[in-house]
């Protein structure tokens, strides 16, 4: 651009403004006094005083050489991932090279470029995800000084998440116009969710509300899937809210999916899914505890049952046992009425644990009770059991219906001698004895206290974890059917309460034990995990086994044309880093469900915002931005309707935009290059005049 020129006249007072005001007031009332008095050359005078003020206000013409400077206009390219649906990259590049072809004409403008890539969605973070389109022109004006701004063109399908309600202060009055991509009335079928519970206890259920969106109408198949399983195939009237009543089925995540089948017009398949994730809470836990006659560690199984807030303790404690011939009547044999047909018949089910301990068979609990019992567990109950020296006897609870579900048979013999309970090897791989504190590792003697009784047994099924004296089980646990079991054989667990020989870990291997029966997800021997770290997944097998399977890896999505590495699977290796413990870390780039199989186990893991708001919607709109580009006096244009529109410099005030064309502010800024000062009353000139004024007033006044 040219230099161009500015002529205007300035005042530099000799004496300063206020003054010259007073000097003129006083000559102004001298003429007037004197005109009033008809003396004569007043008027002369009055020209002598003007001279002399305008010789104090000192003027001078001044001439700025003046630099323009060029107006900026902001181009800002949506570049999201709803931008790779049908055609609308290739509209959007076209119109892009069309614009930068037209204000490359256009004189005295700056263009300026900003793009909102694909990865924008940050996995892992707190971010409400979706087209922040308008935070990415509001960072890219911070470097644009708002009196150099023409405008802003924003290049994108109209999906925008972030527009405010007002007008950004960054834009200083400029219009910001919207060129659509897309087609005026698409259609896809999508759903969403409109209610999602974020907790729910453990059993039972919670409600979540959805609905499916479709110009087609009518019904559409939706299959929803609880971590991976598919729990129920419902048909959905389109347009109609659905509650959906989900069973919480364990303590923490629990990750529901619901998807549609697609339909006849198809955008994409990403927004046909719906995620959410109910963490499953536990209620307080029913536990029933039998003891049998008192001793010592009678004593240290309830105050560690009581002592957990979370536990609903009943505790029955048989004084006497039927095996004492005082002819006391049976049920007078504890100190209120044993209630043996509500305990073992009517409300047995909803115990989530029934411990005996030292408990002995005898008419106290008849045989179809214990048969309850054993059906119970069969059902999916838990039942522990820790045994005393009557074990090993004709009187023992081995000898009852439970007998069919217990994993331990005595032998018959009793060892009193002092051992420390050590994890076996396959307990060393068991995360209910793993790392358990001061187990002293594998191979090594743990730091723990001494027992000084075991009853010994021959293991027919399960699990031992624990052994104790000559290597004999001393924990074994065992699943029954949907339920499970676990066998203490011996009764001085106690010791460890006490402190003798240093104590051990009681609290945290009853927790563990009592936890793995009431089937805590964390506690599982064969486990298949996916935990999501932002942009990582780490994934973690446990088993007894001593070698890990290796596990496939299903990237989210559908392959289409435009996503053709949707639903991409691959393998992973695992590598040991504890006993029964591997583990492998993936790094992965798009938000979603991963799932993971291993041939028997199957997992999924959702990886930012597993129900991204950029794939909620990707129909192409006019109607989220036509607020603010309302507001700043802009045009929305459509691109199939208008793929080049024309480009109109306009002045402040004026229209800026029409039906094929967009207009952009006019600013007319500059720098001033140089300026030359010229004094307009030169002294010999303001000299001159004064004298001639005077001599013409004493002149007129000699006639």
């Known amino acids: 651009m040219n230099p161009t020129s500015a002529v205007s006249i300035a005042f530099d007072p000799v004496l300063g403004w206020p003054v010259l005001i007073a000097l003129g007031a006083a000559g102004l009332i001298l003429v007037l006094l004197g005109i009033r008095a008809g ?10 005083v003007i001279v002399v003020l305008a010789a104090l206000a000192n003027p001078a013409l001044i001439e700025e050489q003046r630099k323009p400077i060029a107006d900026v206009a902001l181009v800002v390219t949506d570049d999201s991932d709803s931008m790779a649906i049908g055609d609308r990259h290739a509209q959007v590049q076209a119109a892009k090279e069309a614009l930068k072809k037209k204000l490359g004409q256009q004189e005295g403008l700056e263009i300026r470029e900003a793009t909102l890539p694909p990865s924008h969605i940050q996995l892992g973070s707190e971010r409400p995800g979706g087209t922040r389109l308008i935070e990415t022109m509001r960072s890219a004006l911070v470097e644009v000084p708002p009196e150099r701004l023409a405008g802003v063109i924003l290049l994108t399908d109209g999906q925008v998440h972030d527009v405010p309600a007002g007008l950004p202060p960054e834009l200083g009055g400029a219009p910001v116009h919207a060129l659509i991509a897309g087609k005026k009335g698409e259609r896809d079928r999508l759903i969403v969710v409109e209610q999602s519970p974020r907790y729910g206890v453990v059993g039972r259920q919670v409600t979540a509300k959805f609905r499916i969106e479709d110009p087609a109408g009518g019904t559409a198949p939706v299959t929803i899937s609880v971590g991976g399983e598919v729990v129920r195939r419902l048909d959905v009237p389109v347009g109609r809210s659905v509650e959906l009543p989900i069973t919480v089925g364990n303590p923490g995540a629990n990750v529901v999916e619901l998807e549609v089948a697609p339909g006849q017009n198809e955008l994409t398949l990403d927004n046909n899914r719906a995620i959410f994730t109910i963490n499953g809470v536990r209620d307080r836990l029913r536990v029933l505890l039998v003891s049998g006659e008192p001793y010592q560690g009678e004593r240290a199984w309830r ?12 505790h029955f404690t048989i004084l006497r046992t039927p095996q004492k011939d005082d002819f006391t009547p049976v049920r007078e044999l504890s100190l ?3 209630p043996m047909r509500e305990l073992f018949e ?3 089910k909803e115990f989530d644990l029934i411990i005996f301990d030292r408990y002995e068979s005898g008419n106290l609990i008849t045989r179809d009770y214990f048969r309850n019992i054993a059906e119970y567990v069969k059902g999916g109950g838990a039942l522990l059991v820790s045994v005393g020296p009557v074990f090993a006897t004709q009187r023992s609870l081995y000898r009852t219906p439970l007998g069919t579900i217990l994993p331990a048979a ?11 309970p050590k994890i076996t090897e396959i307990g060393q791989r068991h995360p209910v004895t793993a790392n358990l504190p001061q187990s002293g590792g594998p191979g090594k003697e743990p730091d723990w206290g001494r027992w000084f009784r075991l009853v010994t047994s021959r293991t027919d099924h399960g699990n031992a974890v624990l052994e104790g004296a000559e290597s004999k089980p001393l924990v074994i646990l065992d699943r029954v059917g949907e339920g499970r079991v676990a066998q203490l054989m011996s009764d001085h667990l106690w010791l460890w309460n006490r402190g003798i020989d240093g104590g051990g870990p009681q609290p945290e291997l009853v927790r563990r034990v009592a936890h793995w029966l009431m089937k805590e997800p964390d506690l599982e021997e064969e486990a298949l995990r996916a935990t999501a770290v932002g942009g990582r997944i780490e994934v973690t097998r446990r088993t007894l086994s001593a070698t890990f399977p ?27 880093i504890a006993p029964g413990l591997g583990q492998a870390i993936v790094d992965v780039d798009k938000p979603g469900l991963y799932r993971f199989d291993d041939g028997t186990l199957r997992t999924v893991a959702a990886v930012g915002n597993p129900d991204p708001l950029e794939f909620s919607d990707v129909r192409a709109t006019d109607q989220k931005l036509k607020p603010l580009v309302e507001a700043s006096g802009g045009s929305i244009q459509w691109l199939s309707d208008t793929p080049e529109p024309d480009i109109r410099s306009v002045r402040p005030g004026r229209a800026a935009g029409g039906s094929d064309w967009i207009g952009l502010r006019r600013n007319e ?11 307009l009353l030169p002294g010999i000139l303001v000299a001159l005049a004064f004298l001639v004024a005077l001599g013409s007033a004493w002149w007129r006044e000699g006639r």
């Open 410 to 420: 005595p032998l018959g013999d009793v060892l009193e001698q002092g051992f420390k």
């Open 303 to 314: 105050n560690l049952l009581k002592s957990d807030p979370a536990v609903d303790l009943v």
């Open 346 to 348: 009517q409300k047995l």
């Open 550 to 576: 290796p596990v496939t890896m299903t990237a989210p999505g559908t392959p289409t044309p435009s996503q053709p590495n949707a639903g991409a699977t691959r393998t992973l290796e695992l590598r040991q």
């Open 669 to 679: 800024g500059y720098t001033v290059a140089g300026i030359n000062q010229t004094p």
């Open 39 to 48: 003396a004569r050359g007043m008027l002369w005078r009055s020209l002598a």
């Open 336 to 338: 209120i009425v044993f």
